[in-house]
């Protein structure tokens, strides 16, 4: 089974920055997505970042794009999310996903992901 633990979540105020640990173990996928999703009070999840393992692709949702930045250390199974000129807007508890995979492409359905771990809260104030 794999699992996925995130940490490097807390509070900051608005401008500042915060980077996001999600480590892997147990029976990680070789090629493999590895995701970032949010969720809001009152709101749906969202996806904020995912990159493929496979090629290192990456993609970002457009409410992010310029301020965060997902990374990978394979040799760790870890992946980070830089988040930097945070927003109120930004505060959720964010999410690490993985699931399986052999092309970029599959990276971008919400099914792909089929590890998740348990969160981490971000709280921006203003």
């Not at 147990?26 to 009152?42: K, L, N, T, V, Y």
């Not at 996806?47 to 250390?73: E, L, P």
């Not at 760790?76 to 927003?87: K, R």
């Not at 959720?92 to 981490?120: L, P």
């Amino acid at each position: 089974q794999v699992r996925l633990v995130e940490s490097g979540g807390g509070s900051v105020q608005a401008g500042g920055s915060l980077r996001l640990s999600c480590a892997a173990s147990g029976d990680i996928w070789r090629s493999r997505c590895m995701g970032w999703f949010r969720q809001a009070p009152g709101k749906e999840r969202e996806k904020v970042a995912h990159t493929y393992t496979g090629t290192g692709s990456t993609y970002y949702a457009d409410s992010v794009k310029g301020r965060f930045t997902i990374s990978q250390d394979n040799a760790e199974n870890t992946v980070f999310l830089q988040l930097n000129s945070l927003e109120p807007e930004d505060t959720a508890v964010y999410y690490c996903a993985a699931g399986d995979s052999y092309s970029a492409s599959w990276c971008a359905t919400r099914n792909a992901y089929k590890a998740w771990g348990q969160g981490t809260r971000v709280t921006v104030s203003s």
